[in-house]
């Protein structure tokens, strides 16, 4: 079954709006989950690391300010567009380890868009 | 970010034929994974390896670990039509994040 759980599975909105897509770890804890985003026909770009209880590390060239990630329990991490325009339409998608192995395994993914 | 070459990347083969598809890389990997992901989904683990030349099976489904850890190949028998969607690598060395190909996109005609 699922270890990942990800909400909401797309979403529309308006250019300017926040929007928050939530990951919920449904098996062990999660002290680091992943957040990727996945544009259309290509690979999934790692955008940060969120770290349960501290900040997040952030990949090059993504806006931390843009890009809010909160990680307050050990099994949801939030990742919120700020401001959302339409250049973030985009695939996004978190994943987590599960206990100590290095596999990760992936939520089923949110598809943002803006108008 | 870096990336794996994979390829190809995209296929087209009729139903009952085998597949087979690869990753390479300029470094060197302690754990190869294989996804698969369908329209609007996440990816879904097929195989996971964690040796060089390791060989693994999953059903119809055989990857193995490249004995330079640089490389691995997924193989896929007899493919159905279900077997449409797109199949990524990744690698993984240390306690660093996971590394993408980018997708080899399959088409299975009936």
């Known amino acids: 079954g699922a270890v990942v759980s990800q909400h909401p599975s797309w979403v529309i909105c308006k250019s300017g709006t926040s929007v928050k897509i939530e990951c919920r770890s449904l098996?062990?804890?999660?002290?680091?989950m992943f957040w990727y985003r996945q544009f259309p026909k290509q690979s999934l770009m790692l955008m940060a690391t969120?770290?349960?209880?501290?900040?997040?590390?952030?990949e090059q060239g993504v806006e931390k300010d843009k890009f809010l990630i909160n990680h307050a329990s050990l099994t949801l991490s939030t990742l919120t567009v700020t401001s959302a325009h339409p250049e973030d339409s985009s695939f996004y998608i978190c994943?987590?380890?599960?206990?100590?192995?290095?596999?990760?395994?992936f939520g089923a993914g949110t598809r943002l868009s803006v108008l | 970010g870096q990336q794996l070459n994979q390829s190809p990347q995209s296929m087209f083969i009729q139903e009952g034929e085998d597949v087979s598809m690869n990753c390479t890389s300029s470094?060197?990997?302690?754990?190869w994974l294989w996804y698969k992901q369908d329209p609007g989904e996440g990816p879904v683990l097929l195989i996971a390896?964690?040796?060089?030349?390791e060989l693994t099976s999953n059903g119809r489904l055989t990857a193995q670990f490249g004995i330079t850890r640089k490389d691995s190949f997924l193989n896929i028998s007899a493919s159905i039509p279900s077997d449409v969607g797109i199949y990524f690598c990744?690698?993984?060395?240390?306690?660093?994040?996971?590394?993408f190909g980018k997708g080899t996109r399959l088409s299975v005609i009936a």
């Open positions: 994943s987590k380890h599960t206990g100590s192995s290095v596999i990760q395994y």
């Open positions: 098996d062990f804890q999660a002290t680091t």
């Open positions: 969120s770290n349960e209880g501290s900040k997040a590390t952030y």
């Open positions: 470094s060197i990997f302690n754990t």
């Open positions: 390896l964690y040796k060089a030349g």
């Open positions: 990744a690698g993984r060395s240390g306690n660093t994040p996971l590394v």
